[in-house]
């Protein structure tokens, strides 16, 4: 599972400062889709080869009397939930009796914290650093986040424990220059794509694994009721996969003659055994589930209507790349008018993401449930479907003679051939002449096309620019 970082700190150290650092190239694509709402505590960051969630837990003031019982709920639960927390200070502000107060509620936590100061630039670092020993949380990190430095250095120390070929890779480079180099690779993320042979054996790998479909949505939506619907009752007991209450619960099944493997994010299998209590719905778990989904049911509950969580959700959906398929739940029992105007709802709100199917569905009656599969194959099958160089270049070609790309300094952009980079979610790099000039309406058009040309349905698609050949 993805490993999760907390940036935990007062007001005004720079979490924020460094959440966008870390997130930033993922964000300009959430823009893609104008009427998503993003949001701010959360995001997926990359460095190097390696993916992690991060989490804004806001401003925890600790200067409050109590910090334990005036800290947010959910900057304590996001704390609980983390496998890392960096704790921020400010190095220009000097210790603060709120950085006291929250080191000490870390202090009493088990989770692995690195102490990061912030904001040092233009400042005599190492004597300012040295009061925030007595916090007693060992080594200082320095970093400078609105300057961009330090914090590959301090990612790549914090992911050690999860991802092996850290320590070798980061060996020996704390050269600043060096620093910059690796954090170039958070910024350029998109960016990485496979060769075509590369992107060949992945499409093949993906065709032979299970579907791992994740079933997510707000707490209440339906999402016990229509696990439990799919599973059919006795199959709920039948296995017994390991797993931490943090963590989603993964349920090998088999549909259609295809292999699958459900992502329970409601914990009903807990459910039903040795813990009795109904989960606390958790956006961090819900947020790894997605990433380690092939497809994610998003649920959504007929009655309640869009709301910004439900955007949120699917915003991380898309930055993923994940291959999605709609549920619009508790269907039943609604007059010809309420269905009209929801569904009008679901037409204003989410227009933009076309490419997902959506279904009517009624978990608890089973209506409408069995062809959700229909979807999800359809949408794991656009999402993984190899492209040839010649096809994908083909396209290219026909898209340009219906629309050529506009003049740039006085030349025309060119696009030259396009060839796989990915799947799941489909990526196309395209090669050609000053293709950092085109503009994003072109951009947009060459995707459509894309989608329509190659009938990829039910994922997202990503066009990737390259300069030359
Ligand atoms: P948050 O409240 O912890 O999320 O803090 P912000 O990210 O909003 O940052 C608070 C202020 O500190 C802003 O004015 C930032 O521009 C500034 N800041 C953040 N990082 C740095 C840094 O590395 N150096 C300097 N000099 N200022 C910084
Ligand atoms: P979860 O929190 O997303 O797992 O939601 P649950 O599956 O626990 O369902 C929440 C509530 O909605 C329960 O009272 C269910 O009985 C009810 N519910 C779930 N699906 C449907 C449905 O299709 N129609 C109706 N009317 N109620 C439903």
């Given at each position: 599972?993805?490993?999760?970082?907390?940036?935990?700190?007062?007001?005004?150290?720079?979490?924020?400062?460094?959440?966008?650092?870390?997130?930033?190239?993922?964000?300009?694509?959430?823009?893609?889709?104008?009427?998503?709402?993003?949001?701010?505590?959360?995001?997926?960051s990359?460095?190097?080869?390696?993916?992690?969630?991060?989490?804004?837990?806001?401003?925890?003031?600790?200067?409050?009397?109590g910090?334990?019982?005036?800290?947010?709920?959910?900057?304590?639960?996001?704390?609980?939930?983390?496998?890392?927390?960096?704790?921020?200070?400010?190095?220009?502000?000097?210790?603060?009796?709120?950085?006291?107060?929250?080191?000490?509620?870390?202090?009493?936590?088990?989770?692995?914290?690195?102490?990061?100061?912030?904001?040092?630039?233009?400042?005599?670092?190492?004597?300012?650093?040295?009061?925030?020993?007595?916090?007693?949380?060992?080594?200082?990190?320095?970093?400078?986040?609105?300057?961009?430095?330090?914090?590959?250095?301090?990612?790549?120390?914090?992911?050690?424990?999860?991802?092996?070929?850290?320590?070798?890779?980061?060996a020996?480079?704390?050269?600043a220059?060096?620093?910059?180099?690796?954090?170039?690779?958070?910024?350029?993320?998109?960016?990485?794509?496979?060769?075509?042979?590369?992107?060949?054996?992945?499409?093949?790998?993906?065709?032979?694994?299970?579907?791992?479909?994740?079933?997510?949505?707000?707490?209440?939506?339906?999402?016990?009721?229509?696990?439990?619907?799919?599973?059919?009752?006795?199959?709920?007991?039948?296995?017994d996969?390991?797993?931490t209450?943090?963590?989603?619960?993964?349920?090998?099944?088999?549909?259609?003659?295809?292999?699958?493997?459900?992502?329970?994010?409601?914990?009903?299998?807990?459910?039903?055994?040795?813990?009795?209590?109904?989960?606390?719905?958790s956006?961090?778990?819900?947020?790894?589930?997605?990433?380690?989904?092939?497809?994610?049911?998003?649920?959504?509950?007929?009655?309640?209507?869009?709301s910004?969580?439900?955007?949120?959700l699917?915003?991380?959906?898309?930055?993923?790349?994940?291959?999605?398929?709609?549920?619009v739940?508790?269907?039943?029992?609604?007059?010809?008018?309420?269905?009209?105007?929801?569904?009008?709802?679901?037409?204003?709100?989410?227009?933009?993401?076309?490419?997902?199917?959506?279904?009517?569905?009624?978990?608890?009656?089973?209506?409408?449930?069995g062809?959700?599969?229909?979807?999800?194959?359809?949408?794991?099958?656009s999402?993984?479907?190899?492209?040839s160089?010649?096809?994908?270049?083909?396209?290219?070609?026909?898209?340009?003679?219906?629309?050529?790309?506009?003049?740039?300094?006085?030349?025309?952009?060119?696009?030259?051939?396009?060839?796989?980079?990915?799947?799941?979610?489909?990526?196309?790099?395209?090669?050609?002449?000053?293709?950092?000039?085109?503009?994003?309406?072109?951009?947009?058009?060459?995707?459509?096309?894309?989608?329509?040309?190659?009938?990829?349905m039910?994922?997202?698609?990503?066009?990737?620019?390259?300069?030359?050949?």
């Amino acid at each position: 599972m993805m490993p999760v970082v907390a940036l935990v700190g007062r007001p005004n150290v720079g979490k924020s400062t460094l959440f966008n650092r870390l997130t930033r190239t993922r964000d300009a694509l959430v823009a893609d889709f104008p009427g998503l709402t993003r949001d701010r505590k959360y995001g997926r960051s990359k460095v190097g080869e390696h993916e992690f969630i991060v989490v804004d837990t806001g401003g925890i003031d600790g200067t409050e009397e109590g910090i334990e019982t005036k800290m947010a709920e959910q900057s304590l639960a996001a704390i609980d939930e983390a496998d890392v927390v960096l704790f921020l200070v400010d190095a220009r502000a000097g210790l603060t009796v709120a950085d006291e107060a929250i080191a000490q509620h870390l202090r009493s936590n088990e989770k692995p914290v690195f102490l990061v100061a912030n904001k040092t630039d233009g400042i005599d670092a190492d004597s300012a650093c040295g009061e925030f020993y007595a916090l007693g949380l060992g080594e200082i990190h320095q970093i400078a986040a609105a300057q961009n430095r330090g914090i590959s250095a301090l990612i790549y120390r914090a992911l050690e424990p999860f991802v092996e070929q850290f320590a070798d890779q980061h060996a020996g480079s704390d050269e600043a220059e060096e620093d910059e180099a690796l954090f170039e690779a958070v910024d350029a993320q998109e960016e990485q794509t496979f060769t075509e042979e590369d992107a060949e054996a992945q499409a093949k790998r993906l065709q032979d694994q299970p579907i791992k479909l994740a079933i997510v949505g707000r707490p209440n939506v339906g999402k016990s009721t229509l696990t439990n619907r799919i599973l059919g009752e006795e199959r709920v007991v039948v296995y017994d996969m390991p797993g931490t209450t943090r963590d989603s619960v993964f349920i090998p099944m088999e549909r259609d003659g295809r292999d699958y493997v459900l992502i329970d994010t409601a914990g009903v299998r807990r459910r039903g055994k040795v813990h009795e209590t109904v989960e606390k719905f958790s956006v961090i778990k819900t947020l790894k589930a997605i990433e380690e989904a092939n497809v994610v049911l998003l649920t959504i509950d007929a009655r309640e209507g869009i709301s910004d969580q439900d955007l949120s959700l699917l915003g991380f959906v898309l930055n993923a790349g994940r291959a999605l398929v709609l549920a619009v739940n508790k269907w039943d029992g609604l007059s010809n008018d309420v269905k009209e105007e929801i569904k009008r709802e679901l037409d204003r709100r989410l227009g933009f993401i076309d490419f997902a199917r959506v279904h009517f569905i009624s978990a608890l009656h089973g209506t409408g449930v069995g062809h959700l599969f229909e979807s999800v194959q359809e949408a794991y099958a656009s999402a993984t479907q190899r492209h040839s160089t010649s096809l994908l270049t083909k396209v290219m070609k026909m898209a340009v003679d219906d629309h050529q790309p506009p003049m740039s300094h006085g030349r025309r952009i060119k696009l030259k051939y396009a060839h796989p980079g990915g799947y799941n979610p489909p990526i196309v790099v395209v090669h050609g002449n000053q293709v950092k000039n085109l503009p994003d309406s072109y951009k947009r058009y060459l995707m459509n096309y894309y989608r329509k040309s190659l009938k990829i349905m039910g994922s997202p698609i990503r066009i990737q620019f390259q300069e030359g050949e």
